[in-house]
T-cell receptor
Framework: GQNIDQPTEMTATEGAIVQINCTYQ??????LFWYQQHAGEAPTFLSY????GLEEKGRFSSFLSRSKGYSYLLLKELQMKDSASYLC????????????FGAGTTVTVRA | SAVISQKPSRDICQRGTSLTIQCQVD?????MFWYRQQPGQSLTLIAT?????????ESGFVIDKFPISRPNLTFSTLTVSNMSPEDSSIYLC?????????FGPGTRLTVL
């Protein structure tokens, strides 16, 4: 089975940094995705990690440790528009692309 | 990146009826996926739609309730049959590659 855990809510101040953790226990691993989802909209792809280490994309970075079953998404220089739900998703098999999602972390950015 | 469109974007339906949702991709893809997102919840995979073969359903989802068609490499439909209020959700089509997975804009379904 798949078990993916992330915090339910986080609050931070505009301009600050927030780190969203995700731990997973899955049968097979072939990559971890982070998505951003604003209320009423579809998820937007943010990042993909399949090897250990840090991937940086502008204000967003994502880290993966496969041995620990752990990832985090780092959001720097927070802006009000970053208020959204952030979804951690794991791709389990090597030959299928289906994703198992965590429950999502709602990030609220305050002025 | 793939551009995915879905029709309808939203609908309000009566219980006992059926609704077919269309998903169109701007490029040929081997696998298409249908997900459901119930109010306040995360995404749950319904099935994988493969061209030329029957869809593969996840535990808890059956073909009689959610029949899927995949007539070619750019198009798929999901039908929500004999609807009840519990089927009120957002239904999302998705396509994936080696390092990416994209979602369509979703179909917001309300069943009265």
């Amino acid at each position: 089975g798949q078990n993916i855990d992330q915090p339910t809510e986080m609050t931070a101040t505009e301009g600050a940094i927030v780190q969203i953790n995700c731990t997973y226990q899955t049968s097979g691993f072939n990559g971890l995705f982070w998505y951003q989802q604003h209320a009423g909209e579809a998820p937007t792809f943010l990042s993909y990690n399949v090897l250990d280490g840090l991937e940086e994309k502008g204000r967003f970075s994502s880290f993966l440790s496969r041995s620990k079953g752990y990832s985090y998404l780092l959001l720097k220089e927070l802006q009000m528009k970053d208020s959204a739900s952030y979804l951690c998703a794991v791709r389990g098999g090597s030959n299928d692309y289906k994703l198992s999602f965590g429950a999502g972390t709602t990030v609220t950015v305050r002025a | 990146s793939a551009v995915i469109s879905q029709k309808p974007s939203r609908d309000i339906c009566q219980r006992g009826t059926s609704l077919t949702i269309q998903c169109q991709v701007d490029s040929q893809v081997t696998m298409m996926f249908w997900y459901r997102q119930q109010p306040g919840q995360s995404l749950t995979l319904i099935a994988t739609a493969n061209q030329g073969s029957e869809a593969t359903y996840e535990s808890g989802f059956v073909i009689d309730k959610f029949p899927i068609s995949r007539p070619n490499l750019t198009f798929s439909t999901l039908t929500v049959s004999n609807m009840s209020p519990e089927d009120s959700s957002i239904y999302l089509c998705s396509v994936g590659g080696d390092r990416t997975q994209y979602f369509g804009p979703g179909t917001r379904l309300t069943v009265l």
